[in-house]
């Protein structure tokens, strides 16, 4: 039986980042940039007001305040996008809108809250330094800066310095293809009413989703029922146009070491069960004249998501070139007592807590009635990872739990 950090070792080490391919910016969120890309030009490309208010030379309203107020006549007004330059003289004031190019001259804008508004005539009522309000030509950026580094991750404010620099279109590393196949005689699609001995075709849905929130762009087949030869067409068939490729329903039993020896013809495939539980039972090789990297998962829904968290989730992270494919790891207390497997890695839904009192982290397992159950899984925000030398743990002991993503 092998370990869990063996069959990890063997499944990552095919880890291959897909060719980078140039995507438009509107797109590229979640993805890593391929390429550095560097400023070719300012931001701000012109002096500007930061706020609506008045433009003016700050040395003209010294010593002004409510006693003392200063009075300039305005001499124009210039809205946000104005391509028409105006030049301020000396005792002036030009109305500005946020956003709108500084006149020649002037150096501050005054708040319309320090003034009484005037259109033709301004009372000031309060001074500003040089260059309040005003954001200067190159003050976010210059060219030569970078705006968007190799390897980081496009969020929000990538996106943005991307459009900033005037860049439409950027190259990343794209995500990684998952199709997901389910094979079973008794499964019927989910819009379908299952008959006697039937059931929906849960899991291919579940993985799939899995696939997506690890940051795959994955795809579900038609599904194959029983008969091994169409399975074998149908993984064929998406080879060429896949990364990753997994296999629900194809592990155990009879039916399982028919579906192993049919997919067996198409590459490197290996049926040794791993020292974890739940979830011994699995599949993994390399098929194909690519050799892409493909799974095979047993057909319960709960334990092909548990396999999918702990074997196929990391290798997707990887291809997208993520340093740490795991999830954050935490030590908590248990509010229950645990039991595992002896020689097994166990892996046991949670829920995550946080002592409000100490900020201590706790956690309450789920599911304990059955590995097999998906609605504990679909509560759980955690993952209890017991060591293969611990068969039991008690209240209040420490325990290693991995974060699982949750939905508010």
Do not use: W
Not at 110 to 122: Q, R, S
Not at 150 to 173: N, P
Not at 288 to 313: I, K, M, N, Q, W
């Amino acid at each position: 039986m092998r370990s869990v950090d063996e069959q990890l070792a063997l499944v990552l080490s095919g880890a291959v980042r897909p060719a980078p391919v140039r995507v438009a910016i509107a797109e590229a969120y979640g993805l890593r940039s391929a390429e550095e890309v560097i400023v070719s030009r300012p931001l701000p490309g012109f002096d500007q007001a930061a706020i609506d208010g008045y433009a003016v030379r700050s040395v003209d309203l010294a010593g002004a305040g409510e006693a003392t107020p200063v009075v300039l006549p305005v001499v124009g007004e210039i809205p946000a996008g104005s391509r028409h330059p105006l030049r301020l003289q000396p005792g002036q004031a030009v109305r500005v809108a946020a956003g709108a190019p500084l006149p020649t001259l002037a150096d501050a804008v005054v708040p319309v809250g320090h003034t009484d508004g005037g259109a033709a005539k301004l009372t000031v009522s309060r001074g500003v330094p040089s260059a309040s309000f005003v954001r200067r030509v190159g003050e976010d950026v210059q060219p030569g800066d970078v705006a968007v580094r190799r390897d980081a991750v496009l969020g929000a404010a990538q996106v943005g310095m991307l459009a900033a620099a005037g860049r439409d279109k950027v190259l990343v590393h794209p995500r990684p293809r998952v199709s997901v196949i389910a094979v079973g005689e008794e499964l019927v699609d989910v819009v379908r009413t299952p008959g006697a001995g039937q059931v929906p075709d849960v899991c291919s849905h579940a993985l799939a989703a899995a696939a997506r929130e690890a940051g795959g762009d994955a795809s579900r087949a038609h599904l194959v029922g029983g008969d091994t030869r169409r399975l074998t067409a149908a993984v064929q068939d998406r080879l060429p146009y896949s990364d990753i490729v997994v296999v629900c329903g194809a592990v155990g039993g009879t039916t399982g070491a028919a579906v192993q020896a049919a997919l067996a013809e198409l590459g490197d495939l290996d049926a040794t069960r791993v020292a974890m539980h739940p979830g011994s039972t699995q599949a993994f090789g390399r098929l194909g004249p690519d050799g892409v990297p493909t799974y095979l998962l047993p057909s319960h829904p709960a334990t092909a998501l548990l396999l999918f968290e702990v074997l196929v989730r990391p290798l997707i992270r990887l291809s997208l070139g993520v340093g740490d494919p795991y999830r954050r790891t935490v030590s908590a207390r248990l509010t229950s007592p645990v039991t595992s497997v002896l020689g097994r890695r166990g892996y046991l839904r949670a829920r995550l807590l946080r002592a409000s009192a100490t900020g201590d982290y706790l956690v309450q397992p789920l599911g304990t009635a059955g590995t097999h159950l998906l609605s504990s899984l679909a509560d759980c925000n955690g993952l209890i990872v017991l060591p293969e030398e611990l068969t039991e743990a008690t209240v209040d002991e420490t325990v290693a739990v991995a974060f699982l993503p949750t939905r508010t």
